[in-house]
């Protein structure tokens, strides 16, 4: 059986989970990793996505991230939302105006780099949308 960690997520508004668990998989913005006890030390940045963490019963749990870092330490790991929510307290229209919000950004960039960050945002948020309609 796998070993539990300490895992947290937490959110500027409230500390969302804080307990121990034996995975934890996070959306890096290269791409989805997973986290077990002793993973090597490493600090990533988050996109928008789905965070799945499995209990030692071996249950798993959904949240949403809308971007953010993660420490991870052979201890612990420690995921800091821009914004997270449980899966099941996710909004669909709350989620549409973020999509609505990015692709206005996207038509109004007046950079290149804008334009990119916009489309980049927009992607993000469109595959999360999908995610979260499979689970």
Do not use: W
């Amino acid at each position: 059986m796998a070993e539990a960690f300490q895992f947290e997520l937490v959110s500027p508004e409230r500390l969302l989970l804080s307990e121990q668990i034996i995975e934890v998989v996070v959306p890096g913005t290269e791409g989805y990793m997973t986290v077990m006890a002793h993973h090597a030390p490493l600090m990533a940045t988050v996109k928008p996505g789905v965070v799945t963490v499995k209990t030692p019963d071996g249950k798993p749990d959904s949240y949403v991230v809308f971007g953010g870092f993660v420490d991870i330490t052979p201890d612990g790991c420690t995921l800091l939302a821009e914004s997270a929510v449980h899966v099941a307290d996710i909004k669909a229209d709350e989620l549409q105006n973020r999509i609505k919000d990015a692709q206005e950004d996207f038509e109004d960039a007046t950079t290149r780099e804008d334009r990119a960050k916009a489309e980049d945002l927009l992607g993000q948020l469109k595959t999360l949308e999908e995610a979260i309609k499979a689970a």
